[in-house]
């Protein structure tokens, strides 16, 4: 198995992040051959600082090897240090279609009213998500619901680009899901997905917030006046409450039902100062190993730039099969 995955590096690492990805890229460094890059070229697709891009890359590098990515078992590195990305997209937008692309509910999201005034780069930017993953072979891509749709359409240009080139240049990449994902929600609003894009600091525990800061949040995390139940058909209607209990199962690996059979009948006056220990006890050697590697610029870099050359070696023979296929003389 061949994964192939990567994460945005603006903002901060927080719980979302890490309960519905990061746990279980930590455990597919065992399962097989581990790509995970920091997509600072879809960054661009729209306004970015780049002494901030640059400051939130490195960040993210150290949050990911702070959770557990380790550069040794998986390969880690930035988009932009393998340029065969960008390459790859170019030789890829021959294949793909506009209507494929006007069918992205993401441009769509992202662009809203101002479609016209929208880059080329986001417009264009799933055809660069299909490189990322094609330039590899990878057989197993990790996906949440809002990237579905981006795999299916990898896998159309996949098949399309074979088909008119007589070919087997890609693979067709299967979704990979995690056994532990879990889908967390906004601290503030149980219906929202926890981002880095709210507005709101407080929707949201960042993986490098102190013990005290995740305490003032989950204390005053949105909840309901009822008690807990004994089963989480109980939480129906109720998505903050859902949200906390699932949270606290996620970071203690049991079973939702098994945190309400402890809690069942007690109040989030019981339940939040637990909840807040837990968090705290799993964050905390996160966030103090994150602390000690965010300012290393030198010992951060190095890892990328060597996690860039693997994937570059990995990628160059599919890059060649792929100039080759469609008859250009590339001197690869």
Known sequence: MRVVSGIQPTGNLHLGNYLGAIVNWVKMQDEGECLFFL?????????????????????MAA?????????????????????A???LQWLLSGTARMGWLNRMTQFKDKSGKNREGASIALFAYPVLQAADVLLYRATHVPVGEDQKQHLELARDIAEKFNFDTGTETF???????????ARIMSLRDGSAKMSKSDPSDMSRINLADDADAIAKKVRKAKTDPDPLPETMDGLEGRP????????????????????????????????K???????????APISSRFKALKDDHAALDAILEAGAERAATMGAPILSDAYRALGLLSGR
Request: proline share 7%; aromatic share 6%; hydrophobic share 45%.
């Open 63 to 83: 949050a990911l090897i702070a959770s557990g990515i380790d550069p040794d078992r998986a390969i880690l590195f930035n988009q932009a240090r393998v340029p």
């Open 171 to 181: 693979t067709l990449p299967e979704p990979y899901i995690g056994k532990t994902a």
């Open 39 to 59: 997509a600072d070229l879809h960054a661009i697709s729209m306004p970015v600082d780049a002494a901030e891009l640059s400051a939130s890359t490195r960040e």
């Open 85 to 87: 990305h960008a390459e």
């Open 273 to 283: 100062p637990a909840l807040a220990d837990l968090t705290v006890s799993v964050l």
């Open 240 to 271: 903050e409450a859902q949200n906390l209990v699932t949270i606290y199962a996620a970071l203690s690996n049991v079973a939702p039902d098994a945190v309400l059979n402890e809690f069942s009948g007690k109040g989030f006056g019981d339940f």
